[in-house]
């Protein structure tokens, strides 16, 4: 006759668990305390953690805590590394290997637009390098651009993110009209922007808007106070002006 269920023989295998379990916390006291108040946890017995307990808890926790701000910080000095790296590897002309150590430091501070920018002007570069390649330059361009409009997102008013952008659109991808709102914004937080303004007229001539590059050129000459920039924008000027009007 089959024995009813509760008076079954246990299994090889579940009697050898239960042999196992039973050894295991009876050869070690701390461990079998320890599953004793995880056992009373987990049937809801009020005062299962003892004060004793969770005074260890709390030093266990000021332990590992500082251990923690040791490797955040640690983590932390890694970005900035991995940066300063970049930034020796851009000036060098080692595009690729900037690109590598942008990416790392992207990896511990996802949200810097100033890595993003970086990368951007590293992809850019590396695209102009890529003189026997036109597939691999076209790729790198639109990373540049990926990773400019990533820097502008993060921080919409960064001039230097939206000036990269904005030249990348008028000088690399036969963009201009993409460039002008970029351009403005710019201008609408810095009027002086001699950089924004002739690059803005460069696109106004280059588009037959003729009276408007010579009213930005004459606005950069009235503005700035660098003689070389002063000197070059009447030059554009009065270049526009003899091409309109003739010789005066």
């Known amino acids: ?15 050898a668990g239960l ?17 004793d108040r995880l056992s009373a946890l987990e049937k809801g017995q009020a005062g299962a953690a003892s004060s004793q307990s969770i005074e260890e808890l709390k030093k266990g926790i000021a332990r590992y805590s500082a251990e923690v701000e040791r490797q955040v910080k640690a983590a932390q000095n890694l970005g900035v590394y991995y940066k ?7 000036d060098a002309g080692m595009y690729g290997l900037a690109l590598q150590n942008l990416d790392k430091a992207v990896e511990i501070y996802p949200e810097n637009p100033q890595l993003a920018y970086y990368s951007a002007v590293a992809s850019a570069r590396m695209a102009k390098a890529e003189v026997t390649d036109s597939a691999a330059a076209a790729e790198d361009l639109l990373r540049a651009e990926t990773f400019y409009r990533r820097a502008i997102f993060l921080d919409p008013g960064y001039v230097n993110a939206l000036y990269g952008l904005a030249v990348l659109y008028a000088m690399e991808l036969g963009r ?15 009027k002086k922007n001699v950089e924004a303004l002739f690059l803005l007229a460069r696109i106004r001539y280059a588009a037959g808007r003729h009276e408007e590059a010579i009213e930005i050129y004459q606005r950069i000459a009235d503005t700035t106070q660098a003689g070389r920039l002063k000197a070059q924008a009447l030059a554009n000027k009065n270049a526009i002006e003899e091409e309109l009007y003739g010789r005066k």
Do not use: H, W
């Not at 070690?28 to 599953?35: D, S």
């Not at 300063?84 to 851009?90: G, H, I, S």
């Open 1 to 15: 006759m089959k024995a009813p269920a509760r008076f079954r023989p246990l299994s090889k295998v579940g009697a």
């Open 19 to 35: 042999c196992a379990c039973i050894a295991l916390a009876g050869c070690n006291p701390a461990r079998r305390a320890y599953l």
């Open 84 to 90: 300063m790296l970049a930034l020796k590897y851009l």
């Open 176 to 190: 201009p009209a993409d460039a002008e709102p970029l351009l403005q914004t710019i201008l609408q937080k810095e």
